[in-house]
């Protein structure tokens, strides 16, 4: 497995590849866990090499979130993705990524998507993750990109990203590998203590059980959302969202006509959870 510590590196590397290959790519911000693992199984099926990217990207972190504090385990990653058959692992700089720094550099903005659920609680991360994604993909070139389907309302934003911007790659959406009691795995859970830990699954499960009203009928969705945050409060989360919206626009859900998803976020200590569950 290569490690290209470099923009130029990374180029070299594309550009020895022969154009019979076809190339997977898994882009992280690092802390590995086996949901990142199950992207680069997924690529390795897609494609004849892969190759994952590990940066920690400070434009879609707040002024108040934990850039400084996220874990970085970049030796212990390097070994999980050459154990899984990664072929490359691009590992570049802030300099290589924002070579005038986050101020002076090119943003892209995605419009409609990005103004709810995480985007209205978080202004400006999405812009930060647009914007390193789409340069992600034009230095890499792959023909198809993995991700996870925990986040993803930045799926469906990357989708569109893609789509509005011709950028050449199919996107691949890998189910939410989740801990044996159904957590969604997550770098950052490593935040937990060890009571919110134990607690940390009624998350999950209390999103699963808004999943199963729903699906039998959307009457009377505002009281078993109401519900379902008066559980989580009264456990000790802090809701930030729970809300049904419809996957293709993120609108609210009139009808289960179109594909649905239960979306959540809820802090719990100073860990903050992410989750979802199509209808």
Known sequence: MEVLRSLEAMHEWRASLS??????????????????????HRARQRS???????????????????????????ETDLEK??????????????????????????SVDVPGLTD??????????FRGVTTVVSKLLGVVRPHVTVFGAKDLQQVLVIKKMVRDLS?????????????????AMSSRNVYLSQKDRSLAPLFSETLERVRE???????????????AKATLTNAGFVVDYLEVRHTHDLSEASSLSQETAIFGAASLGNTRLLDNRIV
């Open 116 to 125: 709810v659920l995480c985007g209205a609680s978080r202004p400006g991360h």
């Open 167 to 183: 950028i050449n790659t199919e996107i691949d959406i890998v189910p939410t590998v989740r801990e044996v009691d159904g957590l």
């Open 19 to 40: 154009p019979d290959y076809r190339l997977g790519f898994a882009p992280t911000m690092g802390n590995l866990h086996a949901g990142h693992i199950a992207l680069i």
């Open 48 to 74: 004849d090499k892969v190759i994952a990217s590990i940066f920690v990207n400070p434009m879609q972190f707040g002024a108040d979130e934990d850039l400084d504090a996220y874990p970085r385990t970049l």
């Open 213 to 227: 009203q729903v699906a039998e009928s959307l009457s009377g969705i505002d009281g078993i959302i109401a519900e």
């Open 81 to 106: 993705l050459k154990a899984a058959g990664t072929t490359a692992v691009f590992v570049p700089t802030a300099n290589d990524i924002y070579p005038d720094g986050l101020a002076q550099h090119t």
